[in-house]
């Protein structure tokens, strides 16, 4: 149980354009997704709390004109990264917890691998 | 500044011996404890989770939290090369509060 699909796995995209991410909870309804970030050798950075039905709640830094994220349905949750630069390249995480709360541990999505170049 | 706090490594172990990995957190709050285990360009998963003090045993692995002194710990027993990974310790401070995760520590078992 406790199954998170992100997509797509890796993504390269040219400086300017705009690229979706989308995170699903496969066997459990999740009312709040976490977006994460992660530079190689570093830990992960909490981008933004994705909440169904309503605007996300970003962190101190994250711009959220530039990552836009939706949670339309308790299912799916979606970042944009728009206008990419190449310091946007990183490799993007979401996480969600079924209704137990986060009491039993977020499961991973696999994880996107951004490029941008 | 919320801090969760790891060695980063490497922590090299030989295979089949014991590896120790220790974790400290600053928020008082913190209610919820987990390890997480990364393999290299792979997203976290989840190994364990503690909220009591004291053990807590799951197969090869021990949780050990101790509220008092704010300090979380994970041993690996019979470590196995599979077990080469960065381990993340993760706290938070409510049922759904967000995680603040540590930098991790890099463990490296050799055969």
């Known amino acids: 149980g406790a199954v998170v699909s992100q997509h797509p796995s890796w993504v390269i995209c040219k400086s300017g354009t705009s690229v979706k991410i989308e995170c699903r909870s496969l066997?459990?309804?999740?009312?709040?997704m976490f977006w994460y970030r992660q530079f190689p050798k570093q830990s992960l950075m909490l981008m933004a709390t994705?909440?169904?039905?309503?605007?996300?709640?970003?962190e101190q830094g994250v711009e959220k004109d530039k990552f836009l994220i939706n949670h339309a349905s308790l299912t799916l949750s979606t970042l944009t990264v728009t206008s990419a630069h190449p310091e946007d390249s990183s490799f993007y995480i979401c996480?969600?917890?079924?209704?137990?709360?986060?009491?039993?541990?977020?499961?991973f999505g696999s994880g996107t691998r951004l490029t941008v170049v | 500044q919320k801090e969760v706090e790891q060695n980063s490594g490497p922590l090299s172990v030989p295979e089949g011996a014991i590896a120790s990995l220790n974790c400290t957190y600053s928020d008082r709050g913190s209610q919820s404890f987990f390890w997480y285990r990364q393999y290299s360009g792979k997203s976290p998963e989840l190994i364990m989770s503690i909220y009591s003090n004291g053990d807590k045993e799951d197969g090869r692995f021990t949780a050990q939290l101790n509220k008092a002194s704010q300090y979380v710990s994970l041993l690996i027993r019979d470590s196995q090369p599979s077990d080469s990974a960065t381990y993340l310790c993760a706290a938070s401070t409510d049922s759904w509060g967000k995680f603040q995760f540590g930098a991790g520590t890099q463990v490296v078992v050799t055969p």
């Open positions: 996480s969600a917890s079924d209704n137990r709360g986060s009491n039993y541990g977020y499961t």
């Open positions: 066997d459990f309804q999740a009312t709040t």
């Open positions: 994705s909440n169904e039905g309503s605007k996300a709640t970003y």
